[in-house]
């Protein structure tokens, strides 16, 4: 393996029929990935990629979802947050997919990339986070790894927000247990219980945090199977009915919960100085 740290544009990694393209300087996101000529998330060739929400994938950290109304209050002091430009008055998914990376390392089956963050206004807590990008014939292997470097504990979460093409016959199968209903403001208010994720993605409604996910997520069309696993025990499913991708966003805790009565019991980690959480995602790909 080669070890240079750079700010590469792009870089890519085949297996069998896989391909794996990255664009480290877009946030750390995937731009692209295919089983041959066939798109397994919503994929753009990387020299075509404009910026990362429009990616494949991108990381969440340190948080997932929305932070309400960009600022929070812990551990006794108050901190703010920026709005993102187009979802209100709130902070949407972390700094990770807005920022550069550098490529640290690579070689024909790996990628590393790393995000060293200095307190902002986006972000008051100094962080350094890597993500490891491991691709074989079958499937798509990633982890991430975050470190505190700030002087204090600071609230940590993660998770990846990856796009899935809608076809004809997309489905999805999830066991979950609970739906965290939102308010006019998009922010989670109550669970209601939530027996399982089972149908065709077209019937779908959702733009929910659930709880209690458990297995693989199984997502299949008339092109491919596929099957979601992560450490992580939270879905984000964004269902949204008049466009061409939907989303399955393994999380590690409730949307929000940095301003729920106890975070802690909600997924967010309260990570100490030098301290470090890790989490991973798998898709295993198979092809009809």
């Given amino acids: 393996m080669t070890s240079h740290a750079s ?113 902002d206004a986006d972000w008051p807590f100094a962080f350094e986070a890597s993500q490891y990008f491991t691709l074989g014939p079958q499937s798509l292997h990633v982890e991430m790894v975050l470190t505190s470097l700030a002087e204090a504990a600071q609230p940590v979460g993660l998770g990846w927000h990856p796009y899935f093409p809608k076809r004809a016959r997309s489905r999805l199968h999830a066991e979950v247990a609970g739906r965290w209903d939102k308010d006019a403001l998009q922010l989670p208010v109550r669970k209601v219980a939530q027996p399982g994720i089972d149908g065709d993605v077209a019937h779908l409604d959702f733009d929910h945090c659930f709880d209690g996910w458990r297995g693989a997520a199984r997502i299949r069309d008339e092109r491919f199977s596929l099957q979601l696993t992560s450490s992580l025990d939270r879905l984000v499913v964004y269902t949204p009915q008049t466009k061409d ?44």
């Fill in 7 to 119: 700010t590469t544009h792009s870089f890519e990694l085949h297996a069998g029929a896989l391909r794996l393209a990255l664009r480290p300087d877009l946030g750390g996101c995937i731009a692209g990935l295919w089983h041959g000529e066939t798109p397994i998330l919503r994929s753009s060739e990387p020299v075509e990629l404009a910026g990362s929400r429009a990616s494949a994938c991108y990381p969440l950290l340190p948080y997932s979802n929305r932070l309400g109304h960009a600022r929070f209050r812990w551990k006794g002091h108050d901190y703010t947050t920026r709005a993102s430009a187009d979802d209100g008055p709130h902070s949407l998914h972390g700094v990770g997919w807005q920022r550069p990376w550098e490529t640290v390392s690579s070689s024909a089956l790996e990628v590393v990339l790393r995000y060293r963050h200095a307190p």
């Fill in 245 to 288: 991708y939907f989303c399955v966003e393994p999380v590690s805790h409730v949307s929000n919960a940095i301003h729920m009565a106890d975070p802690l019991a909600h997924g967010l980690r309260s990570l100490a100085p030098g301290e470090s959480t890790r989490a991973w995602m798998q898709l295993d790909v198979g092809v009809l």
